[in-house]
């Protein structure tokens, strides 16, 4: 579904990412793991089309994307709940919904703001509230509702465990894994390797902008170099 | 009794211009946090415009169409040529970008149109209309009537559909509003256009009464953000309360006190309300949870 080729990508003239080759299959949960500042924001960022590419090519669903503008990228069924949340925070909880199905106007938009309450009821209590004052765990609910309002094909998912507390990890990853049953496709981008790794069907490591180690996730997480480096065993 | 009635409908009429400027004001802030300093120069280019265009023999209808296209077109130039090449830069210096092309869209139509004060007749002519003792100009009341018809339409346009909360989306976090698929550089030449229209209508509605020059605009940008500021930067409803306010204080002042004052006077009630409400009469309070 996603094929990534040889990807380069630079800040001013420090190259952040250095050639990296991804594949992510439907239906499956693929996961990116690394430290902090090894590059996976940046990845997702280049995959969604916030942050220019130097090199190397992007296909979904068989067709290039290296350079169709971010906008249009959501209307091809690549979505994305980016790092921070980035929620509309001026807005309500229900506006913010409706803007993550801007490209439809038809009635299963009604349908799919029902379910997205379903899959996080807090966010039905709180559904005409701005969302800036939403707690972090309600604002990551809302910003992966939101994505997933686009209808997408691929969901893209930076970090939705940053800064939150454990029980709240736990449900969103539980949601994570239900995507799965609804035919999601999900690239998971986490430092919460562990979390991850248990949910996921492949993954990948990223250090300092390569990748260094890929394979199914039960043996990434069996990996004693893995254990060492990234779950702390 | 009269007296006041008549000190009144002046400062409606000169309010809801400022509105109509503070409402151009909005549309721009709410897209890009930016205000639109040339704001004022897209009420002037409505008028100058209208006027060459009757000038030229076009029937006054035709000429005030096409000059709010023109301005419209003007606005959207601004966008492409001076702001959307600066994206990325703080606010501050978008700010700075447009006082400056707002000085290149003054000096522009000096050069062209001279320096003469024009006017051209009213929509429904010169007869005051007596009401209670005082009198207002027909042209007052379709002045009036602009403001409010645009003020209704930019409040069903933010708080009814879609393109409008994509608009306010877009300003308040402008990755994010890419992300769910809006095309930001479109909202932002939209509002540009949008802006510059309203701008330009209320120029030709209020060109019959106070006439027009290419320097009338410098002043009505002050006076609209002014107003802006009043209501609360941001919100139709304040750009509305804040411009027709701060006509009727203007108005107020300059007959019971004396027409000298009338600028000072407006100044320091918008200082005094700013000290004590800094967002505005109407501005909502941002509250934000990290």
């Known amino acids: 579904m996603l094929k990534v080729e040889g990807l380069r990508s630079k800040y001013g003239r420090i190259e952040v990412l250095h050639g990296i080759n991804l594949t992510v299959d439907s239906g499956e949960i693929v996961t990116v793991v690394g430290a902090n500042g090894a590059g996976k924001t940046t990845l997702l960022k280049c995959l969604s089309g916030i942050q220019p590419v130097s090199a190397g090519a992007i296909h979904f669903r068989g067709e290039a994307l290296t350079t169709v503008p971010a906008y249009k990228r959501i209307h091809r069924g690549l979505a994305q709940s980016p790092e921070g949340r980035q929620i509309f925070t001026n807005l309500t909880v229900e506006e913010n919904l409706r803007l993550g199905a801007y490209q439809y106007r038809d009635d299963r938009v009604e349908k799919d703001m029902d379910e997205a309450f379903h899959m996080f009821p807090i966010l039905r209590e709180k559904r005409n509230l701005a969302a800036g004052g939403l707690s972090g765990g309600q604002q990551q609910m809302l910003a992966m509702a939101r994505a997933l309002m686009a209808r997408p094909a691929c969901l893209l998912l930076d970090e939705p465990s940053m800064g939150l507390a454990p029980i709240i990890v736990q449900q969103i990853f539980d949601v994570v894994s239900e995507l799965k049953s609804l035919g999601v496709t999900v690239l998971l981008v ?3 390797a562990f979390g991850a790794l248990k949910i996921a069907d492949r993954g990948y490591v990223m250090e300092t902008g390569q990748i260094t180690m890929e394979g199914p996730a039960a043996e990434l997480i069996a990996d004693p170099r893995i254990r060492e480096a990234y779950l702390g065993v | 009794m009269s007296e006041l009635l008549q000190f009144l409908f002046s400062g409606v009429t000169v309010g809801a211009v400022y509105a109509l400027v503070a409402l151009g004001f909005t549309i721009i802030y709410n897209a890009s946090d930016v205000v639109n300093f040339a704001q004022g120069e897209f009420v002037m280019l409505g008028g100058m415009l209208t006027f060459a265009g009757s000038a030229a023999g076009l029937p006054l209808l035709l000429a005030a169409v096409i000059a709010i296209l023109a301005t419209a077109a003007m606005g959207v130039l601004m966008n492409k040529l001076a702001i959307e090449p600066a994206r990325g830069a703080p606010v501050v210096s978008l700010i700075i970008i447009t006082i400056g092309a707002s000085i290149f869209i003054r000096g522009g139509t000096q050069l062209i149109f001279g320096k003469q004060i024009h006017t051209y007749p009213s929509i429904s002519g010169d007869t005051p209309i007596r009401i209670m003792g005082a009198t207002i100009l027909p042209q007052s009341l379709w002045v009036i009537l602009g403001a409010v018809l ?15 909360r994509a608009v306010l989306a877009t300003s ?8 769910v698929g809006i095309n930001t550089n479109f909202v932002m030449t939209l509002s540009f256009a949008l802006s510059a229209g309203i701008g330009a209508l209320a120029g030709v509605l209020i060109s019959p009464i106070t006439m027009t020059s290419y320097d009338v605009g410098l002043a009505l940008a002050l006076k609209g953000f002014a107003a802006a500021m009043l209501g609360g930067m941001g919100n139709p409803k304040g750009a509305l309360v804040g411009g027709l306010l701060l006509g009727l204080m203007e108005a107020l002042t300059a007959g019971y006190l004396s027409s000298q004052y009338k600028d000072a006077a407006a100044f320091i009630i918008i200082l005094a309300v700013l000290f004590f409400l800094p967002q505005g009469l109407f501005g909502r309070k941002s509250t934000e949870r990290v």
């Open chain 1, 190 to 192: 986490e430092q919460n």
């Open chain 2, 150 to 164: 645009v003020f209704i339409g930019l409040w069903l346009f933010f708080t009814r559909t879609l393109l409008g």
């Open chain 2, 172 to 179: 308040n976090n402008r990755l994010a509003a890419q992300l």
